[in-house]
Each structure stands twice: as structure tokens, then as C-alpha cells.
């Protein structure tokens, strides 16, 4: 007879990292450190911003944490290209300084969030786990008031169904089709934890109970079409 305590829990898939640094020593230090975080994996690494674009695409990271200031091709270059393969990762940029331009593009793109390179490593994982959980996290007091401004600015339209980021709305028209939350994670090819941190979002911003509750807020938004 099995021991009821000898059962192990299930553990969660870990998060796919793929950072993209001009710094070699920052790159290796990162790796050291994620090596003895739980649950966090790092898939790659490189300095460059074209060999990030591939290694996003054969490494299928999560998340990627990206120097705006990369070699041959910058973050916000290589973000855009990401986000025209199959698999689009979430971005969490760094820079060197607060600048408001670089700020705006980068949430623009795409970015969950924007940190200075002097940050902590305490903070740098604290924003990974805000991003995989589907929240955004820039650095600073007034840190989420100013990631909504920014957000509402690259917006073409202020309505209702902009509430959604454009990988929970895909995630919304695979649901509303009848795919199950672990089939919609086959084709977005995210991981299924990433897609259930996506679904939970999305019921918590539409104040939905269920998948009919995303099918009503698709057709009323126009997300999905009759």
C-alpha cells in the first residue's frame, strides 16, 4: 500500500529563458545565477540580435530578456522580427538608462517589461515571474500607472477589447473555435502553463467564469467573427 505522503507533487514545467546581451560576463553571470533559481531555465544565450531571432525560433524560449543596445540588430529590431514567426516569446528589455522613447517603443513592440541594467537579480526574477504569469513590470514607484500609459498610447483604438494583449486575444479565438487550453498551447506553441497564465488573465480582466464568458466578450468586442 502507497503511503499517501510518498506521493510527490507535480511540478509546474519551468520557464524558458533565452537572454540576448552584449555583455559576455553579464550573459554567464545570469546563467550562474538562474542555475540555482527553481524553476526558471535558461535555453540560451548570445550577443547579437539576428542570432536572437534564430534562437528564439529553435529554442522556443518563454520569455527573453534583451538588451536594447544588442550587435548587428537592437532589441526592438529583433522583437519585431520575433514577433512574425509561429513562436512570439515575451520580452523583458534592459537598458542603461530611463529613457521615455526607448520606453514607449519597447511596450509598443511587444514588451511586458523594461529594466535598468543596474537592477538586482532579486528584481530581474520578480519581473520574469510577473511577465510568465501574463502581467506587465517596469522598474520604479510609478511603474504600472506608467506601462498602462504607455500601452493605451500604441493602442490604435481605446475600446473595450484592447484590454486583451494580442497573445491573449489569439488564445481567445482558438477557445472560442473549441480548442481546449492545452490544444491552443500546441498552436500558439507555448507551453501549457503559459497558456493557462493566459487564459486565468484573460478571465480575470473580462471577469469571466468560463469559456462562454470568452466567446460573449469575442463576438461583442469583435475579436472572432459570427
Known amino acids: 500500500m502507497t503511503n499517501s505522503f510518498d506521493i510527490q507533487p507535480t511540478r509546474l514545467p519551468d520557464i524558458k529563458v533565452l537572454i540576448a546581451d552584449d555583455r559576455k560576463l553579464f550573459r554567464q553571470g545570469l546563467i550562474s545565477l538562474f542555475a540555482t533559481e527553481l524553476g526558471i ?44 514567426a509561429s513562436h512570439t516569446p515575451e520580452f523583458i528589455f534592459t537598458a542603461s538608462h530611463h529613457n521615455e522613447l526607448l520606453m514607449k517603443e519597447a511596450f509598443a513592440v511587444g ?14 526574477v520578480f519581473a520574469i515571474r510577473k511577465v510568465a504569469a501574463g502581467d506587465y513590470y517596469l522598474t520604479g514607484p510609478a511603474g504600472h500607472e506608467m506601462v498602462l500609459e504607455y500601452i493605451n498610447a500604441s493602442s490604435p483604438e481605446n475600446k473595450s ?24 498551447a500546441v498552436k500558439l506553441s507555448i507551453s501549457v502553463k503559459t497558456a493557462e497564465t493566459h487564459r486565468a488573465s484573460i478571465m480575470k480582466k473580462i471577469r469571466g467564469k468560463n469559456v462562454t464568458d470568452i466567446v460573449k466578450f469575442c463576438i461583442r468586442n469583435k475579436i472572432v467573427d459570427l
Not at 477589447?161 to 491552443?184: N, Q, V
Open 161 to 184: 477589447g484592447d484590454i486583451l494583449t494580442r497573445r491573449e486575444k489569439e488564445l481567445c479565438r482558438l477557445l472560442s473555435d473549441g480548442y481546449s487550453t492545452k490544444e491552443a
Open 41 to 84: 531555465l535558461v535555453v540560451g544565450d548570445t550577443n547579437d540580435g539576428i542570432e536572437a531571432v534564430r534562437l528564439a525560433s529553435s529554442k522556443k524560449p518563454d520569455i527573453v530578456i534583451m538588451n536594447i543596445n544588442l550587435d548587428t540588430l537592437d532589441g526592438i529590431g529583433a522583437a519585431n522580427r520575433m514577433r512574425k
Open 111 to 124: 514588451g511586458r517589461a523594461y529594466l535598468l541594467q543596474n537592477c538586482d537579480f532579486k528584481e530581474l
